[in-house]
């Protein structure tokens, strides 16, 4: 057995704070998930650096913000010239195994195994998963007519859903349980698609919700709608479920959180695996995700590029570290982003990247401090001109249309970022009105109050912290030098 810890990261897609039970919600059952909160340090206030999913995935893998290298699109990628965790991971000895999505990675034939060293057999579905993405893009499509999208499945209860996510943990788990790895330590990196949308669900996880329990979703005013963003309006127009009812919008988040629900065991048969094998305690585990959704609330429905509600930047972070370590289990109120989970893991494990991050260890809070950041950011957005960065060619009929059409558009897809501390929130939009929220007493972020006269100090503080964290994290300078000097 390795003297140095084993990792296993696990990164759930579009699962909002808000809706899982360690945070506080009793309407929901994610009880390992709830366990191993209770057994390591369970995150409240975790925030994500972009709110969809290729951006923030290439943020947290890179510990790089998304205006560092442009990672602003769902189209570009990282190369092998970039550094991420995994590939340090691998240099470092460990045997890193990666299942499940590859929307961070340019990857072409076995490129993957620059950061993976799943050269056995469980790389055999991954290799098959890839090479059929890759046939699909060759594949002329043929012609359909293109009608509006019906959102009713939105709501679906079903027998027939394709477990991706129940293939790729016991993938993992045929790994852990055979002997690949030898002596080395490992590396366990899993990106699920749960909760992301279609909000379908079969009927034995459905059954695990109790409707009487579920929150109503948050339905704004027409003077509240009025000041929010212009991308936003026209998403929940293209959308249209303003004309369901409040039992239609409580029945989508049933779905979502009964999706959860199915994760959790999941990730529950992960956990008892090593356990079993007498490797849970020798094991550092983290638990995320990479963004939130918006789950009727605002009557819209999945995700957006930039806007900045906590219900999309807001996710769940949970670290267990290995018996080894000092630690004080409990819930923690402190701010934190993404980034810093992989500066945790280099902290914990004594390695030293060959390349700059801007991530902070959460060492210190592991160990029962509750100070880390003083604010928290996320971006997205482009510019004008940007059109490669617009993400947009959806045809109405597919679900993604509602969101990027309204892309395609100025002011609508303006570059924008929030900064948020523990009272305030404030939106710098490049080509419309900004943003201000006092989220200590609006949680929902429904009354702009960016003219009211008595937060102008509040806002300007703002606004010099942001110019200053540009100035921080604007670029970076790779450490291998030119050989010719």
């Given amino acids: 057995m390795s003297e140095k810890p084993n990792v296993v990261m696990i990164v759930a897609d579009q699962w909002r704070s808000d809706s899982i039970g360690y945070t506080g919600n009793s309407s929901v059952k994610t009880p390992n998930i709830d366990q191993l909160a209770e057994e390591g340090v369970g995150f409240s206030n975790a925030y994500c650096q972009n709110p969809v999913c290729v951006p923030s995935r290439n943020s947290f893998l890179t510990g790089w913000y998304p205006h560092t290298k442009g ?25 890193v195994y990666w ?45 359909r007519e293109v009608k509006e999208v019906d959102y009713s499945h939105y709501g679906g209860v079903t027998e027939d859903i394709n477990n991706i996510d129940g293939q790729q943990i ?47 979703s948050i339905r704004l005013t027409p003077e509240e709608l009025e000041q929010k963003p212009s991308i936003l309006q026209g998403i929940r127009e293209n959308q249209k479920l303003y004309n369901w009812s409040d039992e239609q919008l409580k029945k989508m988040k049933h779905v979502y959180y009964a999706m959860g629900t199915k994760l959790d065991q999941y990730i529950g048969e992960l956990l008892d695996t090593l ?15 990479d963004h939130g959704d918006y789950t009727g609330d605002y009557e819209i429905a999945e995700k957006n590029q930039n806007t900045f509600e906590d219900m999309l930047t807001r996710v769940p972070l949970v670290i267990k570290p290995s018996q080894d370590m000092t630690f004080e289990p409990r819930k923690t109120d402190a701010l934190v982003e993404l980034i810093d989970i992989q500066a945790t893991l280099y902290d914990l494990l004594d390695i030293q990247p060959d390349h700059t991050h801007f991530g902070k260890s959460l060492r210190h809070v592991l160990n029962g401090e509750d100070d880390h950041r003083d604010v928290v950011f996320s971006e ?3 510019l004008e001109g940007e059109t490669h960065a617009m993400d947009a060619g959806h045809s109405p009929d597919t679900v993604y249309w509602a969101r990027t059409t309204e892309q395609e558009k100025m ?42 006269k008595k937060y102008q100090n509040k806002i300007q503080t703002f606004q010099s912290r942001m110019l200053r964290h540009f100035f921080e994290t604007g670029d970076v300078v790779p450490h291998k030098r030119d050989s010719r000097f």
């Fill in 170 to 216: 016991h993938s993992a788990i045929d790994f852990i349980n055979g002997d690949a790895y030898g002596d080395d330590p490992f590396c366990v990196y899993l990106a699920l698609s749960l909760p992301h949308p279609p909000y379908e669900i079969e009927q034995e996880w459905f059954d695990q919700i109790n409707a009487e329990d579920i929150p109503e």
């Fill in 411 to 452: 002011p609508h897809h303006t570059k924008a970022m929030m900064i948020r501390d523990d009272e305030y929130k404030y939106v710098y939009r490049l080509y419309e009105e900004d943003e201000f929220y006092c989220v200590a007493n609006d949680p929902y972020e429904r009354k702009n109050l960016i003219n009211e």
């Fill in 71 to 95: 990672f602003r699109t769902m189209h570009y990628l990282m190369d092998d010239e970039q550094p991420n965790i995994l590939k340090t991971m691998k240099q470092s000895g460990y045997h």
């Fill in 380 to 382: 997205g957005g482009r």
């Fill in 275 to 289: 356990k079993a094998k007498d490797l849970y305690d020798d094991t550092i585990i983290v638990f995320f995700s």
């Fill in 99 to 143: 299942g499940g999505r590859s929307d961070f990675l340019k990857v072409e034939g076995d490129d993957y195994k620059y950061c993976s060293t799943r050269e056995d057999k469980y790389s055999e579905f991954f290799k098959k998963y890839m090479e059929e993405m890759k046939q699909n893009k060759k594949t002329d499509q043929p012609k």
